[in-house]
């Protein structure tokens, strides 16, 4: 296993005081606490890219691929959070996988005609499993947009699918601020916006220069 499979405690929790505490629990924040309601996050469509082959190398960090010694190409953002029932109950050993389009707007897919490069050190597709209190991380890039059908440009997002014992979710996670949001014919099919938007802010010292934090939890019902 890879010290980028290996996220521990400690890691989780540095990034975590860059996010304003989003992550920890016991915060002191009253809609943090465990019993207090919460919105599920909404199902979204899972969308045709969904890898046919997996990648060899399947770990939680996308940047890199094993036996290739280049990096992705954009900018690297640090994807964290929690998956949680609606009572802020942490769900352990949950299944989150990841996909998504490159730094210029393309799948590692066959049915992707997007004339968009391709980045051969990108792996595009990414698990990771929760601890005991229900942490989640990535290090992947930020997607760009890309063409979808005629006019429409779909927004910078990153699917999932949690897995949870008998829960399934499949959804996406959008970037606040795209201009593009406001007109996503997918995205305006959310039962609940907010539920599906991060906020991108900077890295502690312990991570990369220049990387960025997006801190997303993922309520499931």
């Known amino acids: 296993m890879s010290e980028d499979q290996r996220f521990s405690r400690r890691d989780l929790l540095k990034m ?8 920890l629990a016991g915060s002191g924040d ?5 019993g207090a309601a919460r ?3 909404s199902e979204q469509a899972m969308g045709p890219f969904y890898p046919v082959l997996k990648p ?3 770990d939680a960090d996308l940047t890199v691929i094993q036996g290739k010694p280049g990096k992705s190409q954009g900018q690297v953002i640090y994807l964290l959070g929690r998956v949680m029932n609606q009572n802020g109950r942490p769900l352990p050993e949950a299944r989150v996988e990841i ?6 707007g393309r799948y ?4 992707d005609a997007n004339p968009a490069p391709l980045d051969p050190n990108f792996q595009g ?8 209190e229900g942490r989640y991380r990535f290090k992947t890039i930020k997607p760009a ?3 979808a059908a005629g006019d429409w440009v779909r927004p910078p997002h990153i699917h999932f699918q949690v897995t949870a014992g008998s829960t399934l979710l499949v959804t996406q996670m959008y970037f606040e601020g795209e201009p593009l949001n406001e007109k996503d014919r997918i995205l305006r099919t959310a039962k609940d916006l907010g539920s599906l938007m991060t906020k991108l802010t900077p890295p502690t010292k312990d991570l990369d220069p220049g990387s960025l934090v997006a801190a997303w939890d993922i309520i499931l019902p």
């Not at 975590?16 to 992550?23: C, N, P, R, V």
């Not at 009253?30 to 465990?34: D, E, K, S």
């Not at 590692?108 to 049915?111: A, E, L, S």
């Not at 597709?125 to 005991?132: K, L, N, Q």
């Open 108 to 111: 590692t897919h066959p049915q």
């Open 125 to 132: 597709y990414g698990v990771s499993t929760t601890d005991g």
């Open 56 to 58: 060899a190398d399947q």
């Open 16 to 23: 975590s005081l860059a996010t304003g505490g989003i992550l």
């Open 145 to 147: 947009p890309y063409p």
């Open 30 to 34: 009253p809609l943090l606490a465990q």
């Open 39 to 41: 919105v599920p996050t």
């Open 99 to 104: 996909w998504q389009a490159n730094s210029f």
